[in-house]
């Protein structure tokens, strides 16, 4: 199993930053991919941003230019940071991990929440 805790949501104003950071409890030899979803009340959860394995990139259209995903592998962590933020993006943001030999892992979420 992998566990995986989510940090650095909060409460922000329109335009400004927040960095969020994931902490696997495996190695990241042990994974494929990791990446960011979000769910807002109502709505369907949906990718924000995802790395695979080699380094490969991938946005949301939505993301494309105001966030960044990246790893530090040394201590199993993957971040995302997020500029120029709207109200729009107000949601629970969850990390996602594919292990190596199968199976999607969730975190329990944390709540980023961007004032008018």
């Known amino acids: 199993q992998v566990q995986l805790v989510e940090s650095g949501g909060g409460l922000v104003q329109a335009g400004g930053s927040l960095r969020l950071s994931c902490a696997a409890s495996?190695?990241?030899?042990?994974?494929?991919?990791m990446g960011w979803y979000r769910q807002a009340p109502g709505k369907q959860r949906e990718l924000v941003a995802q790395?695979?394995?080699?380094?490969?990139?991938n946005y949301a259209d939505s993301a494309k230019g105001r966030a960044t995903i990246s790893s530090e592998n040394a201590e199993n962590t993957v971040n995302l940071q997020m500029n120029s933020l709207k109200p729009e993006d107000t949601a629970v943001y969850y990390c996602?991990?594919?292990?190596?030999?199968?199976?999607?892992?969730w975190g329990q979420g944390t709540q980023v929440t961007v004032s008018s």
């Open positions: 790395i695979v394995r080699g380094g490969r990139t």
């Open positions: 495996v190695s990241f030899f042990n994974l494929n991919v």
């Open positions: 996602h991990a594919v292990h190596k030999y199968g199976g999607d892992y």
